[in-house]
């Protein structure tokens, strides 16, 4: 991730700078509030209350250094327009449950992210600017100054959701994660055959499907880049070769190293995937 620079101007944060993964991923990321205390340790509670198209009402919890611990219900939209993608968000009590004993209720939290593709969609330039009160006898100023101390953390944060949005991408589009498919992992020549078969014929073509699309990204010249983003998928390893052929139950995968010094630890690599295939949810 390339350097963050906030600027302060006013009473409004503002910050500017580089994630390396693609929009998708870090808008599905901004989206998953439910994930948010994950993306920032101050965030000790966050629940999505309801969703209305695309906008959410969300309930937060703060917890700050020697102070009462805070509370914000947001309204939360976005969309999209050419290639920028926005994402604003401010306090809405329209939705708010009943204070906690104890808990400052913010009366200001308002900002805005917008994401924007960089280095061919590889990554994604992302802008965030927000005002906030924190309430009580705290001069404004030393709220904005003690927030803007945590956007670095903020963004890298929202990098690991990222990437782990990303990877939930890869998996479920794995042949091995059609509903009902079982896989089998089996050491053959310099490699593995990974066999993907299910009893149901819709299952069998979806299969087959998602199998020609690991194809093509090969033909493309993607293949590390489709290992690397499905490497919990099994058989899918980076730095290999891998050829997909028909089975009656589904679809067979051929999969070797492309220097063969690499068999036994791609032939480990794949059998401990699929011994643990579904990896748990996150």
């Given at each position: ?16 700078g580089e994630i390396d993964l693609p929009v998708d991923d870090v ?102 600017a927000v005002d906030v009160d924190f309430g009580g006898d705290l ?144």
């Amino acid at each position: 991730m390339s350097l963050v620079l906030v600027t302060l101007l006013g009473l409004t944060v503002v910050a500017d700078g580089e994630i390396d993964l693609p929009v998708d991923d870090v808008q599905a990321a901004l989206v998953d509030y439910a994930a948010h205390p994950s993306m920032l340790g101050a965030i000790t509670e966050s629940e999505v209350l309801e969703r209305v198209g695309n906008a959410l009402y969300v309930h937060q919890r703060f917890r700050l250094p020697l102070l009462r611990d805070r509370e914000a219900t947001l309204r939360v939209t976005w969309k999209t327009e050419g290639t920028r993608t926005t994402t604003r968000f401010r306090v809405d009590e329209s939705r708010a449950p009943a204070k906690a004993d104890g808990v400052v209720r913010l009366e200001q939290l308002d900002g805005q992210w917008l994401l924007e593709p960089t280095r061919d969609g590889l990554a994604t330039r992302v802008r965030f600017a927000v005002d906030v009160d924190f309430g009580g006898d705290l001069p404004k100023w030393m709220v904005r100054d003690g927030f803007a101390h945590n956007v670095p953390r903020l963004y890298e944060g929202l990098r690991r959701l990222a990437r782990e949005e990303q990877r939930k991408r890869a998996r479920a589009a794995c042949p091995s994660a059609v509903p009902g498919a079982r896989t089998d992992v089996a050491d053959a020549g310099e490699g593995v055959q990974v066999v993907v078969s299910s009893v149901d014929e819709r299952a069998r073509q979806e299969i087959r499907r998602r199998a020609v699309a690991y194809v093509e990204a090969r033909d493309l010249g993607l293949l590390d880049d489709a290992a690397r983003r499905g490497s919990e998928c099994p058989g899918m390893v980076p730095r290999t070769f891998f050829e997909a052929e028909d089975t009656a139950d589904g679809v067979m995968l051929t999969v070797r190293p492309i220097e063969s010094a690499h068999t036994p630890l791609l032939r480990a690599i794949a059998h401990d995937q699929a011994r643990h295939w579904p990896p748990p949810a996150n």
